[in-house]
């Protein structure tokens, strides 16, 4: 069962604004980026399913986070099946990534209570994804379906859609200003923040610092 609330988890999102993205198949590397997120003041995080037994490292992450740091809310990406949501949630995932979306994924997600958060390319995604209840969902590629203008312009005949990019986000001022001036809640970030080189490097500050300035970015664009 999950440790947050779907409520948790979106409002969690809505209030950093971004969500790491990573994946390792190491458990004590990705403890440590998890500790490095958190240290840098973000506690939604994204662990992806990219590798063989994944799942086994994102169990072990989530008891540890359950004993050591119960504000970290982690949630599985890369998830394309219900078969596979439902692997995640058994392990304690608060959360369901997709880089599309998935009705009976949605309708499982839904059944439990678990915010699901599908991959979006065309206004028609974005419309039936909203249909299955999905309270944000993912533009992915962002950079590639038509960036900050194509949210922009979805969100002027649909204001209520709340559209988080992942892909094309690069954790810069300009490109962040990008993104949130066309109006989304957040965005995911992967190698920006963590880089396999810091991670072989096991420079944790760094990422710790990443997440700051981002974070800081952030606020600074959203203003009072």
């Known amino acids: 069962m999950a440790r947050h609330t779907r409520l948790d988890v ?3 999102v809505h209030e ?9 198949s190491d458990f004590e590397r990705a403890r440590s980026v998890v500790r490095a997120c958190r240290a840098g003041g973000i506690r939604v ?14 169990s072990e992450l989530e008891r540890w986070a359950a004993n050591e740091a119960p504000d970290v809310i982690l949630g599985a990406g890369s998830v394309l099946d219900a078969p596979t949501a439902a692997l995640y ?4 995932a608060s959360f369901i990534v997709s880089p599309a979306t998935d009705d009976d994924t949605a309708r499982l997600c839904n059944r439990r209570k678990i ?5 979006c390319g065309t206004v ?3 419309a039936h994804a909203e249909e299955l209840g999905c309270e944000i969902v993912k533009l992915f590629p962002g950079d590639s379906v038509g960036g900050p203008g194509f949210v922009r312009a979805v969100r002027a005949p649909m204001p209520w859609s709340s559209i988080m990019p ?10 962040l200003r990008a993104w949130f001036e066309a109006g989304v809640p957040a965005v995911g970030i992967g190698s920006a923040l963590v880089s396999s080189d810091v991670v072989e490097a096991g420079a944790w500050e760094t990422i710790t610092e990443r997440c700051r300035d981002v974070l800081a970015i952030i606020k600074e664009l959203r203003g009072p």
């Open 166 to 175: 992942t892909g094309g986000v690069d954790g810069s001022r300009e490109s």
């Open 124 to 126: 028609t995604e974005i």
């Open 10 to 12: 979106l409002a969690g």
């Open 16 to 24: 950093a604004g971004v969500v790491p993205i990573f994946y390792n």
């Open 89 to 92: 949630i058994a392990n304690g």
């Open 115 to 119: 915010a699901y958060m599908p991959g």
């Open 45 to 58: 995080i994204e662990f992806t399913n990219r590798g063989d037994h994944a799942w086994e490292v994102f």
